[in-house]
């Protein structure tokens, strides 16, 4: 499974990290000066979860985003909720 969020489509992007050396110019220095850049990978924060997927449970990759705003249904917890007779307490 590739990592990507099924509902934002995130996925890991590539950028740089950078190496300094001095001081701030606010610390009373000279300024910073950039002395290496290397390649590195942004990962987006996905979790695996129970998702409803076309009315069915699924397990899929989301990020946290699309859990936060409330993209991702998850199912019920309890399998006698999906009975048609279970309306109300149920007791009669």
């Not at 990592?3 to 606010?26: E, L, M, N, Q």
């Not at 409803?52 to 705003?69: C, E, F, N, W, Y």
Request: aromatic share 6%; proline share 5%.
């Amino acid at each position: 499974m590739p990592r990507v969020c099924k509902f934002t489509g995130r996925k890991t992007s590539a950028g740089h990290t950078y190496t300094h050396r001095g001081k701030a110019k606010y610390l009373g220095g000279v300024g910073t000066k950039i002395t290496g850049k290397t390649k590195r990978t942004f990962r987006p924060n996905l979790q695996t979860v129970t998702a409803l997927v076309d009315g069915s449970p699924q397990r899929v990759k989301v990020s946290t985003k699309a859990i936060k705003s409330g993209l991702v249904v998850k199912p019920l917890k309890r399998k006698y909720a999906y009975r048609p007779d279970a309306e109300g307490t149920g007791a009669n």
